[in-house]
């Protein structure tokens, strides 16, 4: 079975072909414009899908080595994320299944965040059922319990800020470009995580807070520069290991509560920030530490693509589950 997925949600166009199970292209198109602003801007971002969606999917087919007429399928992502963003690869979506008149999938992004483990990769293991998964992204933050592929129950989540936005909102304070997640791993790596303390918001049971957090960095690095001008150049490395190290404990935290509440020991990671070396690492100690096996994605489906859409479509492919023509982008869709 061969399926076209687009994923639109934010400020990335994505497309990619599946053979079955199995990735044959997955191409990404990520917008540059945004970094002048230092975050996204929707208008922008519409824009930029319009102008990027039928280049990308040119280059989708033409590394896969398949034509339009042997697709059996087109994914693509409903929501949650931009309406203006989603309504491009819906609408582009809905054309193509209707001109090559086969079924329309509809995907929800935060399932395909977690569903994208179901890809088949040299070297990498499916998870087993029940399963917890930690979504990790620009705009979510979520402990989900998987008992199958479209069994999910959301069993914690954050109040306010994501996580992702914590690193972002985190480096606009330091100076740092825009998404700062990866320059603050980066520098992580370099640093002394304990150079710097940063009191965990209390948040109970298995919910996240983040949006304090950001409000605690922004005030200490404002009592540092006004004793030293120079504070963040001269710590720089410092105070991001400090940051990491400080977002990774929430994290695990409350990871480590939800297995222990649930008795789930198969723990997989998914979303933006699942590329993070620190997390992936502390995930991995896990094994040792609390007997979890544990999941973490290819590093080219962590962050958004298509090719976690199209799995979604390929499994929802085999359950003839389709999308009916007037389906309407949900910028709010829940799992
Ligand atoms: P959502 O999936 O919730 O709709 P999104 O699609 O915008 O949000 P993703 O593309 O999944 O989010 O993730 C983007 C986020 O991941 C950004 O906040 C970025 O800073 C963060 N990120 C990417 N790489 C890393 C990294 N190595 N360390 C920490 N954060 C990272
Ligand atoms: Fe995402």
Known sequence: IYILSI?????????AILCNDKVLSNVVATQKIHEEYGGVVPELASRAHQQNIVPVVHQALKKANVTKDQLH???FTLGPGLMGSLLVGTSFAKSLAYGLNIPLIDVNHMQAHILAHFITEDGYKKPEFPFLAMTISGGHTQI???????NMEVIGETIDDAVGEAYDKSGKILGLGYPAGPEIDKRAQLGNPKAFKFTKPKVEGLNFSFSGFKTAVLYFIQREVK??????????????????YTIIGILMDKLKL???????????????????????????????????TTYIPKFEYTTDNAGMIGIVGYLKYLESDFAKQDVMASSRLKI
């Open 7 to 15: 994923e639109s949600s934010c400020d990335d166009t994505s497309a």
């Open 73 to 75: 399928a087109v994914a």
């Open 144 to 150: 989900v319990k998987v008992t199958s592929y479209f």
């Open 227 to 244: 004793e030293n001008p120079n504070f963040i150049a001269e710590n720089l490395n410092d105070i991001c290991a400090s940051i990491q």
């Open 258 to 292: 939800a297995a222990k509440q649930t008795g789930i020991k198969h723990i997989a990671i998914g979303g933006g920030v699942s590329a993070n070396s620190g997390i992936r690492k502390a995930l991995k100690d896990g094994e040792q530490k609390f007997g979890w």
